[in-house]
């Protein structure tokens, strides 16, 4: 046991009318909601990055955290993880996730990085065994050392690409190794500074083979896990090729793998790309590709990547009443790729940002289950697009234009306009929210 | 002949060093580049809607224009289109654009609407005998009409869909029948205001069946024009279906028609959706389906549609570059889908707008021209990939992740950066520009 | 009576169980809170104009809505106050506020335009005689005529300049012969374009003296409400001069205009200048100009004013927080400067919009009193401060460099950061919103 | 001599047909424009930390570049300064710029702070003596170290108001030494993450109380040069309390400044406030507090700070023109506060990119000091206001509105509108530009 977190009881469910910062107040992971356990619909995850290997800085300034676990070897690698599961211990967290470069140091070379890699995973599947808490995904962190500085699989130099490759598959491995249930792939790098030194269609068709190997490769080792792809517009690059759900969903049927890969969306990327998080979730779904999300906000007043933890309930019940209408998750969950303010020092706001974030989350899951067992707002839905309910009407999707010209001159048909009904339907919404 | 133009003389080419405010300093139709004549690279085309149907009004503010054409009469159509050709042949103009609600009236019903579109597209075939341009596309305006509030093929009413299916098919006649080189659909309603009351699976699906039908019809009718998407991400809706080059692409694939659907690329539309223009372009033609561009601008400090002239010779300049390199249009063009602006009252205006873009235009097309054929820039993009060149580094790309892993450990491969040159390359461009 | 809303009754307070959908769930008029009833801390106002003047167009579209009081005529114009007032009584609206456009028909010149704003401006006196709406705010339409395409007071034209200050005289009269309690300027047209036809300073001083002769009337007509400015960053012009309330604070010193004005804020225009809303009322609020608010929401993803019902109880409850901190209202309220989308067709989405909006207001205010009850936040704020409380740390304000310079050196001062608990004080948050 | 440079010879002017990289093609020190040299009426600078302290990182990357003088010794400070000087030498720069983080290491306390700066201060005055190039400004880092993590003027904490006065006091000094004809303040760090622990009054206080400081201390040391503030709305903030222009005006009229300190306006951080770099330079001007420059310029796609070199002439000209219209800088200049990209890691690309920077800029002023001389657009602007030249009209500002109204009565004054002619003006800048 570190001391870290010294004084920190482990979170308990305590009710809405607790005065107790040290509790949850919403989320009760043994409570039934729409046929299963709030923890099974909820299926929250720590990120690993965000809150154990994040010095603090930002563009304008260096580190501000000051943690016993911040340096360079194997044993502080080992102390990192006591600490990482002694989180998870107190917030009962059923998941974590990691990326390589989370976990160990950086090596001399890719063999050192391997064998790091190897003995730092074993430490942690030996944590796990004493642990509820498992494993919801591994990553590769292809972007942060210079060598990615102009891209992984898209790099022009093919030694990056190989790299990388090899990179990948060790992690896949220390994934499996792991039990995880996904392998997610964010291409921070996958993208371009300037089109006046970029190959388009080269550093594309890189990606697409690049992809295709691995899911050769999970199929290889018998992963069962998804292979999930994270979009995000921008930042670090000035464009990058995931950019959101749409164009990663052209890009899998280009490379035929969009019944092989789905992906893992997270709130900041949306709003990034112009979107709500909400359509980003329920674009996914009507495409068969969701995944997973990232439940971490953005400011939108800031025009990079925030990753605040999420604190607004309507805002979340628009995701879950999304993921919910989907069937909810398979092997994917609520991950917190989020990160305490740089100011938040002490270990009691990494413990509470959590918590905090839990109970949020499960009063927008509540919400959202609500609405959708009222059924009113798909009621409503569907009495929208009854008109297309009649055999003629469906006809007319498999007609041509001539024939559905003579009926339109044939029957008169001069179509009048019916309300959409959008603020009744928000305030149906707000009886719930 | 109109008098509306009186006094304006016919606009000629003089050279940059003339001080007469109504002649060409740089677009010279006839000077030869890069083996085609400036016209033929070019291909401009004037906007019936902006320039002879807009009257000037804004969220806040009515119409500012005075036209002795505005009304709803045939007889003022005609008028329209007597002042339209008027400016064609003012300007020398080698095309135009229209949707059909420019060029008729609005009638009672799809009959009566019918009927004024065909006897003014009899009326503008006329013109078009007597003058030197031709269409370079039509369309149909299913947006500004109250019975497309909600969608014009992914609307929740059948009816709507069909009366939508009914005018395309018109519209789509109407260009066969003037000549047209293209036909274009811009869907600024197939989109929505709120998740609430939307179903994204299914108005996706209409929306593909819309665009089969329209593609059927064209080979039925053996119209040998292209059927170009207008990409835009929102506004009017909240949210657009074809949100940019790579959504597009993407809802091509899933429907069979990436090779008979090619996109006609705004700039304004490309800055709202996240994107620069000149990544629009080069990401259509990395996927073969770069079509036509409308050459207007948006303000970068609005978050709306400005539709203004362009006048920023580098920015163009990229953006023809990437059309020179993709090999030049073929059926597309240089649109002009801009306005003036609500103050800029006078027929003068008008005129000196399209004068001033079509110069710009000339400025940019020509350095792009040039810095092609110096080659610098694409030497070093060659230069920048050249390690994939080998044999051995090629085979990377239909190898997998274990016999990659295994060429890096035997190999020691430890890759280096090397420096991305961005800023030399922009001192390259600007030697150019 | 007209019959427009025929068969929607009066909305009643049936409290937040109640599954009727014309009712009020959580706006209780006469619950008290924090001193005061619930009615005379919110302050409802309707805003006559996206209610009963707005046809449903935006820049792709026409009219949607059919009004039988549509028209330029003074019966419709009686027609339209009948119906308002209809509505103002469904509602049981503390409120009301309109600008001279919404309730007169336009006339030849400016007699016309004052004989008819007094004739209906009579007409609703009358009204108002048997209601309980009050009159929150008048204020002049100088932006949507085109004559004030150029701007009103800063118009290069004196003329418009002239007929601007005469209008503003008819409409503080009319505001005061209706019991406003305040009078609103919204300079929509005063900005520009393109600086290349603008003289800035000229612009400035024009709108500096035109807002002193506004005060000075106000003092020679004994009226007794505040002058308040409302900011907006740009839209409909490129940039408006009145851009957000620090620039606002900074053109009232001035003029030295400070203590007669201030300013009413718009959350879609707090956004649209890169701010949170609770920003721009915390700062008014700070400066001493706070004033009223106009509770509306634009669209996080679209980049210009959408006008749309609030609908996120926790964004309002921050706005709500910034008031009761200040002291609550003083002449200001809630005005709704929100239109139903142009979707919403039926008089019910207009009723109900309200409605929901009421509720939602009312949810808002009672989670910030709360938390202002609980105090929690103000204790954590003030201890954050509390380094200042010691006479010698105060005395640092009114020292000098040099002299803090020696005592740094004298007392080795070597400060250590503190962590800012920002999530803390969001969980805080959520335990009352 | 370091060998950092080795190879890289002296940049001369060779003129626009050269195709030598390491020449200027504009930028011709003594070349007469508009009645004084190039080089002054330019004026220059580099900017130390970019250029010599930057190692490369963004927010998901570390260290690309690897200088042999990155470390935290005196030594290693002096060999920084040795590069410095000789990159200065190599582009003939007539000035430079620095803080104290970016030349003297960190020490472990204010007076180690103070020795190290003074030390090498005295070190770069030796180097000074050997050069042509003189100190633009100096200013303080008051951002990247933890202890200004929540503020420096605005900190809760009254230690770090009293570290930051001190460090302020020593880099006034620093400047006063080395002959600077400015000195800066940013502040980065003075405004907010969150409302919620925020006292925006009692911050804003300090932040007056300390500028006074300031001010005063220059006027006791005798400083010649100019106070300059350079406003940003945000990043690394969520806001920034000196937000852009208009808001510093006003801050600086609230604590009787406005005639002590002036504005250093930067082109990236105008587009983050939402306003164009011109706009921000022309309401300085007009308000009497135009200071300085810093020319580069933000990724129009990007939401945050990118700091590129300039490359558009258009978009630069619109900035000269507007500082030649003020009548050019007093004490100002043209700093490039840009980062060649953290790609670009070769000597020769730090050097490239400020030839090819000085090379735009070139241009731009010789265009914007042309259209100067040609005088159509002020007369054309003249001409647009030239109603207000008559006695009657000028009347007006000083009159009251009862007054306009009557005489708006009495002589029918009803305006008509007049183009604003704003394509036409376009066409005239691009006959320049």
């Not at 040290?22 to 619909?41: S, T």
């Not at 990179?167 to 190794?177: E, G, L, N, P, Y």
């Amino acid at each position: 046991m570190t001391d870290f977190f010294k004084g920190i009881p482990q979170i308990r469910f305590e009710g809405a009318e607790s005065d107790n910062e040290f509790v949850f107040r919403h989320y009760n992971p043994d409570e039934m909601l729409a046929g299963k356990r709030m923890e099974d619909h909820l299926r929250f995850a720590v990120a690993y990055w965000h809150s154990f290997a994040w010095p603090g800085g930002d563009p304008f300034g260096g580190q501000t955290f000051e943690r016993p676990w911040f340096g360079d070897s194997m044993a502080l690698a080992r102390m990192k993880a006591d600490v990482a599961f002694e989180m998870f211990d107190i917030l009962q967290a059923p998941f974590f996730c990691f990326h390589d470069a989370d976990v160990r140091p950086e090596g001399a070379d890719f063999a050192e990085n391997t064998r790091n890699l190897e003995e730092i995973v074993d430490y942690i599947g030996t944590k796990m065994e004493g642990s509820k808490t498992r494993l919801l995904w591994g990553t590769a962190n292809l972007f942060s050392n210079r060598r990615f500085m102009s891209g992984a699989a898209t790099n022009p130099d093919p030694e990056v690409f190989a790299w990388s490759a090899a990179t990948v598959k060790t992690c896949m491995d220390a994934t499996q190794r792991l039990g995880g249930e996904n392998y997610v792939l964010w291409g921070g790098r996958e993208g371009y500074e300037t089109l006046l030194n970029t190959d388009l269609a080269r550093e594309s068709e890189q990606m697409g083979r690049f992809l295709s190997m691995v899911v050769d490769y999970k199929h290889k080792i018998g992963f069962k896990g998804a292979i999930l792809i994270e979009p995000k517009p921008q930042e670090p690059s000035k464009h990058q090729y995931d950019y959101d759900v749409a164009t990663v969903y052209g890009f899998l049927k280009r490379f035929g793998l969009e019944n092989e890969v789905k992906v893992n969306i997270e709130q900041g990327h949306a709003i990034l790309a112009g979107h709500s998080f909400e359509h980003e979730i329920a674009l996914a779904a009507s495409l068969g590709i969701f995944g997973s999300i990232d439940m971490n906000r953005n400011d939108y007043q800031s025009g990079w990547d925030t990753d605040q933890f999420p604190d607004s309930v309507p805002e979340m019940a628009r995701a879950y009443y999304e993921i919910l209408r989907a069937g909810g998750y398979t092997t994917g969950g609520t991950n917190f790729d989020a990160k305490i303010r740089r100011q938040s020092l002490d270990p009691e706001d990494l413990i509470l940002a959590h918590v905090g974030a839990m109970d949020v989350c499960a009063r927008a899951l509540k919400a959202a289950a609500a609405l959708l067992e009222d059924g009113g707002l798909e009621a409503n839905r569907q009495a929208r697009y009854a008109g297309w309910d009649t055999p003629e009407n469906r006809a007319l999707l498999s007609s041509d234009l001539a024939s559905i010209e003579a009926r339109v001159r044939a029957e008169g048909i001069n179509p009048q306009p019916r309300s959409g009904r959008q603020e009744r339907l928000e305030n149906l919404w707000n009886r719930f929210v």
